[in-house]
């Protein structure tokens, strides 16, 4: 009879296989694997002898310390982007009227039915307020509070606030005007006749967009993939209310939506940690039920014949706005405080500081000029000290 053959653990030369001998079954048991983290392919080879060859197969993956982290993670306006295009459909309907007033606007014109002889009459009109334009080089800001854990390769993302860059130094403009349908009508100062009522869409002054903020509705769980113990990709997709508010001829309008956009990006887990995330996406929405009163929306229009132009109030209703929006967003942010701007600490941010961000430029690696934590010296860091720029009457 074979003599029995100890149990024992082997590693072979290639590092990624390991042989164990187990004397008999019963030895082989859960505490064996307690606290041991074996991932990849498994051959078990087995014979009816009396000892058990077991071949385990295991690319080693050495994982971080700390396996579950939460942080919340503040946006860096400087190395973050927005860039887009809206279009929204504001449905109005109610009365166009002459600007007459015996008062205040003595020689203003007025409208009246072909029929009719005198005075300044309402002619019903319905239609919409449309709004469109594109924007570039916008600078989000914000959070995102999300905790992960590697060993289950997952992440939850429990709330967020995005200000897309709408409330930024300068207003973000959009094209407005006015497709409308009304009944025919003739005006009076200056003199024109219009039997099929507005035919041509009514150019307004630019619109601006106040502000457009994307924030949580609930906790979102995403996928994590490994790529090195410090570097690890994340997949998701992100679910929030989007709120738009414009100022527009009719008003202040404004609509949110819940919308959902896939993300993709990547947390490094070795720059503070780090969470850089992309969305690329469009959504739509309807126009909404609520209505809101108009009074007074002033626009002008063409007299054949003339060279004035007919000068008219709208008052009615609109309704909330529809819209289409594009999003190419990308969003680069960190966990804790981020490095003061003051490099040389002098309690000012200025020349001197900037002349030190300019000597480590393009230098990777821990560095104090560092000031976006993406391990090399550049452009977010630069936009960064330029936004703490101290002015003149700054202590």
């Known amino acids: ?20 001998f187990l004397r008999g079954p019963s030895w082989f048991s859960s505490s064996f694997l307690e606290g041991r983290s074996l991932t990849g392919s498994i051959a078990v080879c087995t014979s009816l002898r009396f000892s058990l060859h077991l071949v385990v197969m295991c690319p080693v993956v ?19 982007f927005y860039r887009g295009e809206l279009e929204a459909d504001v449905p109005l309907e109610g009365v166009l009227v002459g600007d007459f007033d015996p008062q205040t606007n003595p020689l203003g014109t ?7 002889k005198r005075g300044n009459v309402p002619i019903p009109m319905f239609g919409s307020l449309l709004l469109a334009g594109s924007f570039d080089g916008l600078q989000p800001s ?28 300068g207003p973000v403009p959009l094209d ?8 025919p009508f003739v005006t009076v100062r200056p003199d024109g006749v219009f039997p099929m009522g507005i035919s041509e869409p009514i150019i307004l002054r630019d619109a601006d967009v106040l502000s457009m903020r994307f924030h949580s509705e609930g906790p979102v769980p995403a996928d994590l993939l490994f790529v090195t113990d410090e570097i690890w990709a994340v997949f998701a997709s992100i679910e929030g209310r989007l709120e ?8 202040i309008v404004t609509r949110t939506a819940f919308i959902s956009l896939p993300t993709n990006g990547v947390i490094f887990l070795d720059q503070g940690p780090r969470l850089e995330l992309g969305f690329f996406s469009s959504s739509a929405e309807g126009m909404g039920s609520e209505s809101f009163p108009v009074s007074d929306l002033s626009f002008g229009i063409d007299v054949e014949g003339e060279d004035g132009e007919a000068g008219l109030l709208f008052s009615g209703m609109r309704r909330d706005p529809g819209f289409d929006l594009f999003i190419d967003l990308g969003i680069a942010s960190v966990a804790g405080p981020l490095p003061d ?3 040389d600490g002098d309690g ?9 961000v300019l000597l480590e430029w393009g230098h990777t690696g821990r560095n104090a000029a560092d000031l976006d934590r993406n391990g090399v010296i550049g452009s977010g860091d630069l936009a960064r000290l330029l936004i703490a720029w101290s002015s003149e009457g700054d202590d």
Do not use: C, N, Y
């Open 341 to 343: 701007p003051d490099l």
């Open 244 to 251: 738009i508010k414009v100022d527009t001829e009719g008003g």
């Open 176 to 183: 407005q005007w006015i497709d409308t349908i009304s009944s």
């Open 62 to 80: 050495v994982m971080t310390s700390s396996l579950v982290r939460a942080e919340e993670f503040l946006l860096l306006p400087g190395s973050s």
């Open 142 to 169: 914000g959070w995102i509070d999300a905790d992960w854990d590697l060993a289950t390769a997952s992440m939850v993302i429990h709330a967020f606030d995005i200000d897309l860059g709408g409330s930024g130094p």
């Open 1 to 20: 009879m074979e003599a029995e053959r100890p149990s024992m653990i082997r590693r072979t030369r290639s590092m990624d296989r390991i042989e164990v």
């Open 348 to 356: 000012r941010v200025d020349a001197v500081d900037l002349g030190l």
């Open 110 to 116: 007025e409208t009246r039915p072909p029929s009719s």
